[in-house]
């Protein structure tokens, strides 16, 4: 996850969704959509030993991208013809068509029955950033199962999520599933370090096909288990940002009401009178290092280069800054606003890469893609009982189909602890069994879900 847009965070029993900023008043209902009996998401121990197998298989190849073009290509080879083998039915099946797109991405369109219903698209992305072997507690590409968890880089960025959406329709055809509702899958190579020569390329092979797409869902946001409690104990003091608080947003106010009653006296006193209390709630946000970064843009110093020699004074110095902007800012505000606190003429900026954050995703009623995770929320996790939105702090592919669609939501259906958050990027990544299986189960529905008949304008959409 190269990491504004839709995420969903869930807590315990508390679910974050997750989307491009959204715009509406209020949490809506989940709408009901006519649709046939679903085939129940129940795998047998062969499967589920067989789904389990395959990720950790997935985990081996190690598709890393260091930088824009450089990239290894052999393990992205080998990886095409790894899910080749891993989920044959998906490639021999007549309704699907396959295409390998600047030479490592891949995608597959599934035509489905009924031409009247609009398309959407599953995203997620094949590489996964650079991994050593010191600081982990097993080797990274390893796929070691060990006490419940599968380790290694990718478990949770993101081939978890290429293995599950592969896994489940694989699982879906070997029970004779025909769509309805025609769908594409787009496994980009390159989202690591900016996605130009596998997203970019298959939304611009999209695009000259005149294709649009009723909605979209990406990675983004987790299910989020033991964050919320933390608001009732200290906050660890991190490194102030010189980048002003942009709490005034709304969609972080409504998350903040939704989840008021959850806490107890005062907190909850604050939240649901955030007209008296608001100053003094985003400051105690500001303590924590993820609710800081729902606040603000965030900076991180990633690369700095100095010097030639122990004992020679440095004639010029040159850092590498990542900004992750909010949905609040531009980035020439972003831009103009480090200029003023550098206030020094010797310093030159120069931006290497940006984009700005992407417009409100819809999330009303007739909001396809919303409803439909929700509908699917409500069945795979039950214990989830609000729903409330929050704007995720990051990028992804997803950015590069922005021409195709205006709905773009980004979600794993994956329970996280806080020490796991740090393993992205990080060390030690890994995911439990059950929670794979769990994620193979959410996907499984939802293409199913999917078949609704809720549209907003009836007509014929070709592929």
């Not at 694989?170 to 997203?199: M, Q, T």
């Not at 290092?289 to 020699?309: D, H, P, Q, W």
């Not at 669609?405 to 393993?423: E, K």
Request: proline residues 7%; contains cysteine.
């Amino acid at each position: 996850m190269s990491w504004p847009y839709v995420c969903l965070l869930i807590l315990a029993a508390v679910l974050l969704l997750s989307f491009a900023p959204l715009s509406r008043s209020k949490y809506p209902r989940v709408k009901k959509h006519k649709r046939s009996s679903l085939i129940p998401s129940q795998f047998s121990q062969e499967e589920r030993f067989a789904m389990k197998e395959a990720l950790k298989g997935a985990i081996q190849i190690p598709t890393v991208s260091f930088r824009p073009e450089e990239f290894n290509t052999t393990a992205l080879t080998e990886f095409g013809e790894y899910i080749r083998k891993a989920f044959p039915t998906v490639f021999k099946t007549s309704f699907i068509q396959h295409e390998v797109v600047g030479e490592y991405s891949h995608l597959f369109t599934v035509q489905g029955s009924d031409p009247s219903l609009q398309p959407y698209m599953l995203l997620a992305h094949i590489d996964v950033v650079p991994a050593s072997d010191q600081g982990w507690e097993v080797p990274p590409f390893s796929g070691l199962e060990r006490d419940g968890f599968i380790h290694g880089r990718g478990t949770l960025d993101n081939k978890n999520s290429v293995m599950a959406i592969l896994q489940a329709l694989e699982l879906l055809l070997i029970r004779k599933y025909i769509p309805r509702r025609s769908f594409l899958i787009a496994l980009g190579h390159d989202e690591e370090v900016s996605g130009e020569n596998g997203a970019q390329k298959i939304s611009a092979l999209l695009q000259s096909r005149g294709t649009q797409l009723a909605f979209i869902v990406d990675e983004g946001g987790f299910i989020l288990d033991g964050f919320i409690p933390s608001f009732k104990k200290p906050f660890a003091l991190l490194e102030q940002n010189p980048v002003p608080n942009m709490s005034g947003n709304e969609p972080l106010k409504r998350l903040l009401q939704q989840l008021a009653n959850e806490f107890s006296f005062p907190t909850n006193i604050m939240l649901n009178n955030l007209w008296l209390f608001w100053p003094l709630v985003s400051r105690l946000m500001e303590r924590n290092y993820i609710m800081s970064a729902l606040l603000r843009t965030t900076t991180a110093v990633t690369m700095f280069n100095s010097g030639v020699k122990v004992n020679v004074i440095p004639s010029v110095a040159q850092a590498t800054v990542n900004f992750r902007i909010h949905p609040a800012q531009t980035v020439q505000e972003v831009l103009e606003l480090v200029k003023n606190i550098v206030a020094d003429d010797r310093v030159q900026f120069h931006v290497l890469n940006a984009f700005e954050p992407l417009p409100d995703s819809p999330s009303d009623d007739q909001a396809l893609g919303y409803q439909l995770l929700l509908q699917t929320l409500q069945s795979v996790f039950p214990e989830i009982n609000i729903v409330a939105p929050v704007s995720c702090i990051g990028n992804t592919d997803s950015r590069h189909y922005a021409n195709l669609t205006t709905g773009i939501y980004r979600f794993n259906p994956i329970y996280l602890q806080p020490q796991d958050f740090r393993s992205l990027h990080g060390f030690n990544e890994k995911i439990s069994v059950q929670v794979y299986e769990t994620q193979v189960k959410f996907i499984f529905e939802f293409i199913q879900n999917a078949d609704a008949d809720l549209e907003p304008a009836p007509h014929q959409h070709e592929l």
